[in-house]
């Protein structure tokens, strides 16, 4: 083996994390068990929010080319028995045509290296293919799901988003949040119906940890009649005690709940913060790989290193939208700008994907972590 650019500084290793021989993650096993760790740790897949599709798989190129017939909204003609009906006034229907159109969708290509020094080997005495795997799966799951929230904030909060029309703000900035501006059934649903009659479509919402919280307090709450007798038919806000026996949050007004605390959070200072929930519809994101997974090793004898690197290619696509801009192999950041998307269907509400902007009101949140 030849020595490489590598990173001879000892501090680069993970004595703690990969302990073993570290040709063994080359194996075929490995990689299929890699692979599929990766989607089941994602619950963006394992909701069906993030669907596998074969077309997008081994394509040529730098983006993938969708096209689409754009839903069909055709004219009814007038029939009678006279000569001069219908839409030409000849006594003879017109030929109407569905029109086809294009969306885009980019291709990134991400990975990276990592370096583990003979000693840690005999530091922890760890089973390679369980350490490595449980390691890599988390982590690069927790990439993907960066990966997808960035772009869906361009898509959705970004300002000049295409889809700004579908997002429902209740919260506030400043002073004290009420149970108006707090995730609730109403705000809920007022979010799906930004989809019109396709409202049904919504199967699933994502959150931040600290809104899963609040979900946890309003699930142990039962409902009370007010003090005021006059207004004693009124009652407070509640789920009837549904969470008492059991705190995790799975379903919340029928929507699958998915917990991310990479989930985007504006904290204001001296008011309230800001937290930003997604509502999807089942298989709205698209995803496949250029190439499949590489997996690949190094023994670096200079520095009595093996090193292991991962390179990984993906595409993520929000059906009805478009990347437009004029390159590809886009950084988090560059997905988050609203400049590089644009709609590729004419009424956005074909999109099953809402936005919702909630406060919360929970004891102890948000924490340092929340707002860091």
């Given at each position: 083996m030849g020595v490489g650019p590598f990173n001879f500084n000892p501090d680069s290793t993970f004595t703690?994390?990969?302990?073993?021989?570290?040709?063994?993650?080359?194996?075929?096993?490995?990689?299929?068990?890699?692979?599929?760790?990766i989607f089941q740790q994602s619950a963006f897949y394992t909701s069906g929010i993030l669907q596998t599709n074969g077309l997008l798989n081994s394509?040529?190129?730098?983006?993938?080319?969708?096209?689409?017939?754009?839903?069909?909204?055709?004219i009814e003609e007038r029939v009678d028995s006279s000569d001069n009906w219908g839409l030409n006034q000849s006594g003879y229907y017109t030929s109407q045509k569905t029109k086809a159109k294009t969306q885009y969708g980019t291709i990134t290509t991400r990975g990276a290296m990592f370096a583990a020094d003979d000693l840690s080997r005999y530091e922890t005495g760890e089973d390679a293919l369980a350490n490595i795997r449980s390691q890599l799966a988390r982590d690069m799951s927790r990439k993907m799901n960066q990966k997808l929230i960035s772009q869906v904030w361009g898509l959705l909060f970004a300002d000049g988003a295409p889809l700004t029309e579908h997002v429902c703000d209740v919260s506030v900035n400043t002073g004290t949040p009420t149970i108006a501006?707090?995730?609730s059934p109403g705000s809920v649903t007022g979010a799906k119906y930004k989809l019109g009659e396709r409202a049904n479509e919504v199967t699933a919402i994502a959150v931040h940890p600290d809104v899963a919280a609040w979900l946890e307090t309003t699930g142990m709450l039962t409902y009370t009649n007010v003090t005021n007798t006059a207004n004693a038919a009124s009652t407070i806000w509640g789920s009837g005690g549904i969470g008492v026996s059991s705190t995790q949050i799975s379903?919340?007004?029928?929507?699958?709940?998915?917990?991310?605390e990479q989930m985007p959070v504006i904290c204001n200072a001296g008011g309230p913060p800001q937290y930003y929930c997604v509502l999807f519809g089942n298989g709205v994101i698209q995803t496949g790989q250029q190439f499949p997974m590489m997996i690949e090793t190094e023994r670096n004898i200079a520095s009595l290193q093996d090193v292991f690197a991962v390179t990984y290619s993906n595409i993520m696509h929000v059906l009805g939208t478009s990347w437009n801009a004029?390159?590809?192999?886009?950084?988090?950041?560059?997905?988050?700008?609203a400049n590089n998307w644009e709609l590729a269907y004419c009424d956005s509400r074909l999109i099953p994907m809402t936005g919702l902007i909630?406060?919360?009101?929970?004891?102890?949140?948000p924490t340092s972590a929340t707002c860091a």
């Amino acid at each position: 083996m030849g020595v490489g650019p590598f990173n001879f500084n000892p501090d680069s290793t993970f004595t703690s994390d990969i302990g073993s021989i570290t040709r063994l993650a080359t194996s075929a096993p490995f990689q299929r068990y890699l692979q599929e760790e990766i989607f089941q740790q994602s619950a963006f897949y394992t909701s069906g929010i993030l669907q596998t599709n074969g077309l997008l798989n081994s394509i040529q190129g730098t983006r993938v080319e969708v096209p689409f017939f754009a839903p069909l909204n055709y004219i009814e003609e007038r029939v009678d028995s006279s000569d001069n009906w219908g839409l030409n006034q000849s006594g003879y229907y017109t030929s109407q045509k569905t029109k086809a159109k294009t969306q885009y969708g980019t291709i990134t290509t991400r990975g990276a290296m990592f370096a583990a020094d003979d000693l840690s080997r005999y530091e922890t005495g760890e089973d390679a293919l369980a350490n490595i795997r449980s390691q890599l799966a988390r982590d690069m799951s927790r990439k993907m799901n960066q990966k997808l929230i960035s772009q869906v904030w361009g898509l959705l909060f970004a300002d000049g988003a295409p889809l700004t029309e579908h997002v429902c703000d209740v919260s506030v900035n400043t002073g004290t949040p009420t149970i108006a501006n707090t995730l609730s059934p109403g705000s809920v649903t007022g979010a799906k119906y930004k989809l019109g009659e396709r409202a049904n479509e919504v199967t699933a919402i994502a959150v931040h940890p600290d809104v899963a919280a609040w979900l946890e307090t309003t699930g142990m709450l039962t409902y009370t009649n007010v003090t005021n007798t006059a207004n004693a038919a009124s009652t407070i806000w509640g789920s009837g005690g549904i969470g008492v026996s059991s705190t995790q949050i799975s379903m919340f007004a029928g929507l699958r709940v998915i917990v991310d605390e990479q989930m985007p959070v504006i904290c204001n200072a001296g008011g309230p913060p800001q937290y930003y929930c997604v509502l999807f519809g089942n298989g709205v994101i698209q995803t496949g790989q250029q190439f499949p997974m590489m997996i690949e090793t190094e023994r670096n004898i200079a520095s009595l290193q093996d090193v292991f690197a991962v390179t990984y290619s993906n595409i993520m696509h929000v059906l009805g939208t478009s990347w437009n801009a004029n390159f590809d192999g886009p950084t988090n950041e560059q997905l988050r700008d609203a400049n590089n998307w644009e709609l590729a269907y004419c009424d956005s509400r074909l999109i099953p994907m809402t936005g919702l902007i909630v406060n919360t009101d929970v004891a102890c949140l948000p924490t340092s972590a929340t707002c860091a």
